[in-house]
């Protein structure tokens, strides 16, 4: 007997289940619509929580300390400003180097003393400095370069296999989608935006786009051999090619998420990985909302653009022709993908 | 029975990664024993620590760096690290004025002086220059006396204005003694030789063999486009075997030098005519404070090119021009300190997320198994292969080209299971919605891989084409991670070309896949399929011709009779039932 994971797979193939992600696109892409203008409201409203590396940082440098103990660094920080976040490292064996939020005079000079208690040095031991927006600047800029190049060779390139420029417009379109939504749940969450974000942002940008094509591969190829029948509309083989793929969507939406979860969920609550939590959190969302949107954007996004080409809408009007005619009409199938 | 061309095909798949395997881990294995390769790949800065250089300028008091200075000479200091070809070093600014160099691993020393090298050019003319340098003079009793430390009373400004940079009034009193007393060993001291640029300067060479008495900057070693080594010509294009440097000067640096060349060769034609010798005649290449060189100026130079000759050798041309070159910062720099970075990364972080790389993948293993049953197994083995080679390849490039695993390529290590996976599971799905359309599982396997070779090989270009353009495009860790996607993409694409697809033919044609037992993954009535067993079929509702004949001749030719007749019986049924699907 087939598990119900299974005949739920079987159903979609045969299109004897179909969910309607072509016929009722119009309310696929009003709530994508209006999840872009949340998600581009909410970072107007709050802002970014930028890291050190692009808003810049106070640095502490403890010389020649005879213990090096991390959390007397982390104690001293936090006594001063309770929310700050800090990183501490040992430099030549005997120092200590802490990188923390930009900090006023005062709390500077705090944190000095603190430090200089709990380690036993003098505070004219300690150096302390402030780090300019560095990364942001000079790296961020290099990635836009070459994100842009990507966009456009993908675009190029994808226009060329598919044979048609609307795929390649409907696949950047929804990867842009995915980069919003990221972004607007960092500026919710106020997690915050560092190099390794930057990082699974950019993975983000490929693996929407990977995603995509997988599933227009299957969409080329059933509208290819429904071009010349009466079977389907041109929608509704998008359709089918996107609820054939369901299956395969799934499956890989759970497998690529689930490490990144491990790492994600186990590294935040029971280790506490820092970086590695920045890029995952990104790929975790970015995974999740990039298989989503591939189904309820993608596809629905790009039957319509193709929508009123005159071979399109007269092969529709052929097939709704034939269907009238024929007296087996199956009624359901037809009133919902129209 | 012969073998039947899948299967040899299959066989010659799996010999072909079996030789790759060997070949990879053999070649590792030497490098480990003879060739100083480490078992475990060489991690990066934010892994593994590293070590941190920190400059800072060396001004004169009360000056300040402008950003344009500092993002120039960041640029320069970049270009020096790279060239020295350390992976990932990444260089940045520290507040203002700091410019912090990260350098994974150990630093090597050669790297290390150039990144140290860091330093400021400028062209000053000689005003007074003395070989061997002295400083002391035979006094009236005979004895040698050490010139006394100039008096701070000493007269210290011109008494006349200076009409040019090579002006003597230049020289007052307190600079003479000043200069007569100079000792050519403190030269290392980096504030004993640091002048504002509208003002002389009392230095010695690089060997503290002369010492000098400089003029005013007049080209600064900004305007210094390019400096190389070569052979000089004579001015009738012949060789003279002698190496020599050439500059090129940008319009500003090239007017400037233009003009002191003019003055300069006034000065020698007028020592040469009266058979002395003007150390006036000279120009001083002034690196940090110190004279590189300091050429007569044998001609007049115009336009934007000049020639620097002498006793060169080429090595010693390579070098001076090098110095030209990648010396020419805006501003000069000091070390303030040189750090070696235990990153708390490195102690804590690789090691959770490892653990927890771990806790998903065994969360990926029980999911494809749930799903596919022993088809998962595949999955988990093909998992296991791509781990291997990924492995192999990392630590063979680390080896050869010092390749550092950093952080953001752990990261892309983690994302590529999700990618590797996806291709197996577009391959199976593809193969089960062949079942379902009613073939047997040798034809449901050949079609299916040739429906999802394309797909895969599609999908897998689109990320190749990410990675290289991030790898080219981007630097420091956008690059590290870029690597590892495109590696694994590559091993993605053979190991489903030589493994998963070898694999499945094989098993096709064992008994327990090929009857569709319950836990194959496969199994033709879980799937809703059409042909049930011998004889036994249904029309396919979707098996539609033009379907059947774009699959692989090879799926047609496997076709058992049954099928055959399933599939011209849908296909006369296609009209009819294609309304109901």
């Known amino acids: 007997m087939p598990s119900p994971f299974q005949r739920f797979g079987n159903d979609l193939f045969t299109g004897k289940r179909s969910i309607e992600f072509v016929g009722r696109r119009k309310l696929w892409l009003g709530i994508s619509a209006v999840l872009m203008i949340v998600c581009i409201l909410i970072p107007v409203v709050r802002g970014f929580n930028w890291g050190i590396d692009f808003r810049g940082g106070s640095q502490f440098q403890v010389a020649h300390t005879s213990t090096t ?15 700050a976040v800090v990183q501490v490292s040992v430099v030549n064996g005997d120092g200590i180097r802490l990188t923390t939020d930009q900090l006023t005079t005062g709390q500077t000079k705090q944190v000095t003393n603190k430090l200089a208690a709990g380690y036993g040095v003098s505070a004219d031991d300690i150096t302390s400095s402030y780090i300019g927006p560095a990364w942001g600047q000079d790296v961020s800029r290099k990635a836009l370069q070459g994100l842009g190049v990507f966009l456009a060779l993908a675009f190029i390139g994808m226009a060329l296999y598919f044979r048609t420029w609307k795929m390649s417009l409907a696949a950047i379109i929804t990867l842009f989608h995915d980069l919003i939504f990221t972004a607007g749940v960092y500026a919710l969450t106020g997690f915050e935006i560092t190099p390794a974000t930057v990082i699974g942002f950019l993975t983000i940008l490929g693996y929407s786009l990977y995603d995509t094509v997988v599933v227009f591969d299957k969409v080329r190829e059933n509208t290819t051999e429904d071009k010349d029948k009466l079977t389907r509309t041109f929608g509704e083989s998008v359709n089918l090619a996107v609820n054939q793929t369901l299956v395969r969507s799934i499956n890989t939406a759970v497998i690529a998420a689930l490490p990144v979860a491990g790492i994600l969920f186990i590294g935040a609550f029971v280790l506490g990985a820092a970086t590695l939590e920045d890029i995952s959190l990104s790929l975790f969302v970015g995974i999740l909302i990039g298989t989503y949107s591939t189904v309820f954007v993608a596809a629905p996004l790009y039957s319509w653009l193709r929508q009123g080409e005159p071979a399109i809408s007269k092969h529709e009007r052929r097939v709704l022709a034939a269907r009238a005619k024929a007296p087996l009409v199956d009624v359901e199938n037809a009133t919902a993908t129209r | 029975m012969a073998k039947t061309s899948p299967v040899r095909h299959a066989s010659r798949s799996l010999i072909w990664l079996g030789v790759l395997v060997v070949a990879l881990a053999a070649a590792l294995t030497s490098g480990i024993i003879w060739g100083g390769a480490t078992v475990a790949p060489k991690l990066g800065l934010d892994l593994q620590g590293g070590t941190e250089v920190i400059l800072t300028p060396a001004l004169e008091h009360g000056k ?33 004025s700091n410019i912090v160099v990260d350098v994974p691993g150990r630093l090597d020393d050669a790297t290390k002086q150039r990144i140290e090298a860091s330093s400021k050019m400028e062209l000053r003319p000689v005003l007074l220059a003395q070989s061997p340098a002295t400083t002391s003079f035979t006094g009236s009793d005979g004895k040698s006396t050490p010139y006394p430390t100039p008096a701070p009373t000493l007269a210290n400004t011109p ?45 010695c060479d690089d060997a503290g063999q002369t010492k000098y008495l400089l003029g005013p900057v007049e080209v600064e070693g900004s305007d210094i486009t390019n400096a190389t080594a070569g052979m000089i010509t004579s001015s009738q294009g012949v060789n003279t075997g002698q190496w020599g440097v050439n500059l090129t000067f940008n319009a500003h640096g090239a007017k400037a030098f233009d003009k002191v060349s003019q003055r300069l060769n006034g000065y020698y034609a007028a020592a040469q005519s009266a058979g002395t010798n003007d150390p006036r005649s000279q120009f001083a290449f002034v690196l ?25 050798t080429q090595e010693s041309a390579q070098t001076l021009a090098n110095q030209l070159k990648f010396g020419a910062l805006p501003v000069s720099f000091k070390v303030q300190s040189s750090n070696t970075i235990s990153a708390t990364l490195g102690s804590t972080q690789l090691l959770s997320g490892m653990i927890a790389g771990a806790i998903g993948l065994l969360l990926v293993f029980i999911y494809t198994l749930f799903q596919y049953r022993t088809l998962g197994f595949v999955t988990i083995f093909s998992l296991v292969i ?23 390529g752990v990261a892309g290590l983690i994302v590529a299971i999700g990618f590797t996976a996806d291709s197996f599971i577009v391959y199976f799905e593809r193969i089960r919605d062949e079942l379902r359309e009613g073939r047997g599982l040798e034809s449901a396997v050949e079609a299916g891989w040739r429906r999802a070779r394309r797909t895969i090989y599609a999908a897998k270009t689109t990320n190749l084409l990410a990675a290289v353009v991030l790898y080219i495009f981007a630097v420091g860790d956008v690059q590290g991670f870029a690597f590892t996607l495109g590696l694994t993409t590559v091993l993605d694409v053979i190991i489903v070309v030589l493994f998963t697809h070898p694999i499945m033919q094989l098993f096709a044609r064992t008994e327990f896949f090929a009857s569709g037992h319950k836990l194959s993954g496969l199994d033709p009535s879980a799937l809703g399929a059409v042909y049930r067993g011998a004889g036994r079929f249904r029309p396919a509702p979707t098996v539609g011709a033009a379907k059947l004949a774009s699959s692989s001749r090879e799926a047609a030719r496997r076709q058992t009779i049954a099928e055959r007749k399933a599939a011209e019986l849908a296909a006369a049924g296609d009209r009819r039932n294609g309304k109901d699907d």
């Open chain 2, 64 to 96: 300040q760096v402008t950003s344009d200075e500092l993002d120039q000479a960041v640029s320069i200091i970049r270009q020096r690290v790279d060239a020295s070809g350390v992976s990932e070093a990444t260089v940045s600014t520290q507040g203002n």
């Open chain 2, 288 to 312: 940090d404070g110190r004279v590189l060189e300091a050429p007569q100026m044998q001609g007049v130079i115009t336009g934007n090119t000049s020639q620097i000759t002498g006793n060169f």
């Open chain 2, 386 to 408: 791509a781990a291997a080679l990924s492995y192999l390849t990392i630590a063979l490039l680390s080896w050869q080209i010092g390749y550092r695993l950093s952080l953001a």
């Open chain 2, 159 to 203: 008494t006349a204005k200076p009409t040019d940079a090579s002006d003597l009034s230049w020289v007052t009193p307190y600079l003479q003694a000043k200069y007569e007393a100079f000792d050519c060993s403190s030269l290392k001291n980096a504030t004993t030789n640091v002048a504002p640029a509208h003002e002389p300067l009392v230095t």
């Open chain 1, 69 to 83: 103990d991390q959390t007397i660094a982390t104690d001293a920080v936090r006594e001063v400003k309770s929310d």
